[in-house]
């Protein structure tokens, strides 16, 4: 299975502001996705990330609070933007291939907004 | 009614123990079925998947599935303290560009020695 590298792994932010979280795969991936997990809650699908287009993003979810990039096939970036205390969770990014449905999970980033 | 029905216990059981972990789900497009583990403050790791109704094992793990009932399982046979982790059901509904997982709220596990 393909091996995640996100970050940063942690973060303390102020409102108001902005943070950009990188997923790296080791191997060329089809699918990429981002998630946030909050306690108590399922991990809930943010977008997902179309290399070359735009994101393609959830109900709930905007382009404008939560940018996303995918350069190439094995990178993505999610941006949290404008946080709030309500930002506060971890994000986690998600590869696939169309072949194999197991998908796997970066270590995820915790972030706390103040 | 969520798409996906997990009880997030906690379920707390003696070194050793058979642990049953459960999940029900509404949509009958659902055609994959993942259990994934996750240890406190680590991402998700995938455990394993099936397609079909049936068993399928992996050493002490057996995953379960009924389409009938809408109703799958993991069982964990002569669980181990290294077993503690929330133990998240994952659901996928196959066709089209719907590639989409989606998610209980996972239980928590705890294995005491």
């Known amino acids: 299975s393909a091996v995640i590298s996100q970050k940063p792994s942690r973060d303390i932010c102020q409102r108001g502001t902005s943070l950009t979280i990188q997923c790296q795969v080791d191997?060329?991936?089809?699918?990429m996705f981002w998630y946030r997990q909050q306690p108590g809650q399922s991990l809930t699908l943010i977008a997902t990330?179309?290399?070359?287009?735009?994101?393609?993003?959830e109900s709930g979810f905007v382009i404008d609070k939560f940018p996303i990039s995918r350069p190439n096939l094995t990178f993505s970036t999610l941006t949290v933007s404008n946080m709030s205390p309500e930002d506060s969770s971890i994000y986690l990014c998600?590869?696939?291939?169309?072949?194999?449905?197991?998908?796997?999970f970066g270590s995820g980033t915790r972030l706390t907004v103040v | 009614q969520k798409e996906v029905e997990q009880d997030p216990g906690p379920l707390s059981v003696p070194e050793g123990a058979i642990v049953s972990l459960n999940c029900t789900y509404s949509?009958?497009?659902?055609?994959?079925f993942m259990w994934y583990r996750q240890y406190s403050r680590k991402g998700p790791e995938l455990l394993m998947y099936?397609?079909?109704?049936g068993n399928k094992e992996d050493g002490r793990f057996t995953a379960q599935v009924d389409k009938s009932s809408k109703y799958i399982s993991l069982f964990i046979r002569d669980s181990q303290p290294s077993d503690s982790a929330t133990y998240l059901c994952?659901?996928?509904?196959?066709?089209?560009?719907?590639?989409?997982?989606?998610f209980g709220k996972g239980t928590l596990l705890t294995v005491n020695p």
């Open positions: 998600s590869v696939g291939r169309a072949t194999n449905y197991g998908y796997t």
């Open positions: 191997s060329q991936v089809t699918m």
């Open positions: 990330a179309n290399q070359g287009s735009e994101a393609t993003y």
């Open positions: 949509n009958s497009a659902f055609q994959y």
């Open positions: 099936t397609y079909s109704s």
């Open positions: 994952a659901i996928l509904a196959s066709g089209g560009s719907n590639y989409k997982l989606t």
